[in-house]
């Protein structure tokens, strides 16, 4: 039986209950509970990598659960150990998870072995860098993912922040070269918001597409915590707005489908391929 190191990362979550509940209820498997709570993003995650590497010797699997996350069942960290002891050259694993917003398979929760390291973590806003492992990575789509729901009861202002953060993942102000992979998954994501919305007309999905535009509109470059003055300013600011108002400002990007120009041409993705394309070419001499 492999050991396990659960590290649950909450910054005032809407589901760090439930989160907490399933996973002591895990059955089957060797495992303990390491709580990270109320950092900054950055200190946070800072602190994650290195209790798992100064546990290096003392676990084999270390399982990063954020605390909008939660697990599927009471067997999920079995599964997840079945998984490795049946891949045994795989040293990290991403799980897909089942996104509330989008009602779609995303990526993802992770798992180390005790042989990765970090060396680079400073960015700010992709605060899950690629490890240093001698074995593979996996990407783990079928069975048992997905592993666990994401975010499926956020507060309003969780839901707001959501898409405030996925956003800047898209845009990527503060980086002359694009991940543009990751940058038009963020877009397509959010968009999937926006179809969700429309179909069950939950207010918290509106709320993100709101958090988005903010995004788009402001010169924020960086996600850094819940507790950002800016954002809690704009989320009272959004508080006082009526559904009408709310509908107004996302439908100006996303409404109307086919009949709304940002269907056929959105000027922040372009903006975002010009980037990428210029800074490649670039980069070749």
Not at 17 to 26: A, F, G, L, T
Not at 118 to 137: A, E, M, Q, S
Not at 278 to 283: E, M, P, Q, T, V
Request: charged content about 25%; glycine content about 2%.
């Amino acid at each position: 039986m492999l050991k396990f190191l659960v590290i649950i990362v909450s910054s005032g979550e809407n589901e760090l209950e439930e989160c907490m509940r399933v996973v002591n209820s895990q059955r089957d498997v060797n495992y303990k509970i390491f709580h990270i709570k109320d950092l900054a993003k950055k200190e946070a995650h800072d602190q994650l990598y290195e209790k798992i590497q100064s546990e290096s010797l003392n676990y084999d699997l270390f399982v990063k659960i954020d605390a909008d996350m939660i697990l599927f069942s009471h067997h999920s960290l079995k599964q997840i150990q079945t998984f490795f002891l049946e891949h045994t050259d795989v040293d990290h694993a991403t799980f897909s998870v089942f996104d509330w917003y989008s009602q779609k398979a995303i990526m993802g929760l992770h798992v180390y072995s005790n042989k990765c390291t970090w060396t680079n973590t400073n960015d700010p806003l992709f605060t899950d860098p690629l490890p240093n492992f001698p074995g593979n990575k996996k990407l783990v789509w079928d069975n048992p993912s997905p592993i666990a729901k994401h975010s499926p009861n956020p507060s309003s202002e969780q839901a707001f922040q959501f898409g405030f953060h996925r956003a800047l993942k898209f845009l990527q102000k503060d980086r002359k070269v694009i991940n543009i992979s990751r940058s038009l998954f963020h877009y397509d994501l959010l968009y999937q918001v926006y179809l969700q919305s429309n179909l069950c007309g939950d207010r918290r999905r509106k709320e993100a597409l709101y958090g988005a535009e903010l995004a788009f509109s402001s010169k924020v470059i960086k996600y850094t915590s819940r507790n950002d003055n800016f954002l809690k300013e704009e989320w009272r600011k959004l508080e006082k707005l009526s559904e009408k108002e709310v509908d107004r400002i996302i439908d100006e990007r996303w409404g109307l489908g086919r009949f709304n120009q940002n269907f056929w041409f959105s000027s922040e993705k372009f903006s975002c391929w010009v980037k990428y394309m210029f800074n490649n070419l670039i980069s070749k001499f």
